[in-house]
C-alpha cells in the first residue's frame, strides 16, 4: 500500500504539472517508472477512478476556478485546461458540474459579489 501512494503521488504530480497538455494513461505511468496496467490499478485502488476519468475532472475542477478568477472568454479556459474541442469541454463540464461554464460563472461569481453578501 505504502509502494502504491509513493506512485499515486508521483503520477498525481505529473498530472497536475502537465494537465493543459495532452495526457495518456501510458504518459503518466512512465512517470512512475510503471506499467500502463499498474497505473490503472494504482488508480482504481487509491482514487476509485481510471486515470484518465481523473485528468478529466482535475482540467474541469481547474477551469472552475478560473471561470471564477478571470474574465477569461470559455474557449482560452477549455484551451488553457487541455480541452481540444469548446463544446466537449462545455458538455463535460455540464456533465461534471450540472451546468454551463457560463452558467456556472454567473451563478457562482454572483454568489460571491458584496451585493449578494451584504444586500442594499
Known sequence: ALRDEARIKLMLQYIYSA???EITTKKIAANASVSESECLRCFRSTIGMPPVQYVKWY???KA???LLSTDWKIAKISAYCGFQDTSYFVKT???LKGSTPGE???RYRDEQSPEAVFPR
Do not use: C
Open 64 to 66: 472552475a476556478e478560473l
Open 59 to 61: 482540467r474541469i475542477q
Open 19 to 21: 494537465y493543459a497538455e
Open 104 to 106: 456556472y460563472r454567473k
Open 93 to 95: 463540464f455540464r456533465e
